[in-house]
């Protein structure tokens, strides 16, 4: 399920050797039956320099605030076109 989720992983982690390193990562979410992509950037909240996120005990982990970020994003989008929806119905 996690490589359904984290699509080509490999391609997105970062590489000092290749230098393709882009600063985006793209996630997919089951919903109604089909996959939704979500694109995010590798901007994470801190305060202190600590992470404000669920985070790994690993300290140089950092996919599962990722994918966290991106579900956020995700739900965020879909309130917005569900409310929209909802009001041009209501007009």
Same mark, same amino acid.
């Given at each position: 399920m996690l490589l359904q989720v984290i699509p080509e992983y490999r391609q997105q982690e970062w590489d $000092?050797?290749? &230098? &393709?390193?882009?600063?985006? %990562?793209? %996630?997919? %979410?089951?919903r109604f039956g089909q996959w939704m992509d979500v694109v995010i950037d590798d901007l994470l909240p801190t305060c202190d320099n600590e992470l404000l996120c669920t985070q790994s005990s690993v300290q140089n982990e950092f996919w599962i605030p990722f994918v966290e970020k991106a579900y956020a994003?995700?739900?965020? &989008?879909n309130h917005v076109i569900f409310i929209s929806s909802l009001n $041009?119905?209501?007009d």
């Open positions: $000092s050797e290749n &230098n &393709n390193y882009v600063g985006i %990562f793209h %996630f997919r %979410f089951w994003k995700y739900v965020k &989008n $041009s119905v209501l």
